[in-house]
């Protein structure tokens, strides 16, 4: 038997015995599993979720029946009970135009009633469009159906043309298949910037 056969052969014993120790040792040097894992929640905290049936970051979304994108998310959804309604901290959405834009949405708290097809926005409530409108109120009533929504109360804003006040506004489409148009009612009064339109 030649070097290059007697080498091959002192190769397969070594090689499979080498691989073995290997084995050995990651299963040696391993560390114990922790069974002792501590929920990163005190048990009060624990128990009160669990009483008030508390949903962190809850996350909706869904289509409209044009197939427009809606997304729903909050830090915190509680159920309520008899004399709390069901409410969400930190609501927030975005609806997605057919058109490329997208209208975004932020308040204090809200609610989403999925028996009605309906999301509100409550308190300190942003509405900002892609072509740089934003308007702000203290409640939105909006429909997850359609991009349509409507502000019972006032509504102040800025936009490319100036600052302004209304006492009431609408969006949606005014056809079937038309754009989405933002309507603003109710004694409207607009501080128009010429340099503001210009640029």
Do not use: C, W
């Not at 359609?146 to 302004?164: L, M, S």
Request: overall charge negative; proline content about 5%.
């Amino acid at each position: 038997m030649d070097r290059y056969s007697r080498m091959v052969q002192f190769l397969k014993v070594l090689l499979p015995l080498a691989a073995i120790l290997m084995l050995s040792t990651v299963f040696l040097l391993s560390r114990s599993i922790e069974t002792n894992v501590t929920v990163p929640f005190a048990e009060k905290d624990i128990d009160e979720r669990l009483a008030q049936q508390v949903v962190t970051q809850p996350k909706y979304r869904g289509t409209t029946r044009k197939g427009e994108d809606v997304q729903i998310e909050a830090i915190q959804a509680k159920q309520g009970d008899e004399d709390e309604t069901p409410n969400a901290s930190e609501f927030r959405g975005s609806l997605g135009l057919l058109s490329g834009g997208t209208i975004f949405l932020d308040s204090n708290s809200g609610l989403i009633r999925p028996d009605e097809r309906t999301a509100t926005f409550v308190g300190d409530v942003v509405i900002t469009t892609a072509d740089g409108l934003q308007v702000t109120t203290d409640l939105l009533n909006t429909s997850l159906d359609e991009i349509r929504g409507d502000t019972p109360g006032r509504v102040n804003g800025t936009g490319p043309i100036g600052n302004f006040s209304a006492g009431r506004m609408t969006f949606g489409t005014e056809k079937k298949d038309g754009p989405v148009h933002i309507v603003f009612t109710d004694g409207v009064k607009l501080v128009y910037e010429p340099e503001k339109a210009e640029r």
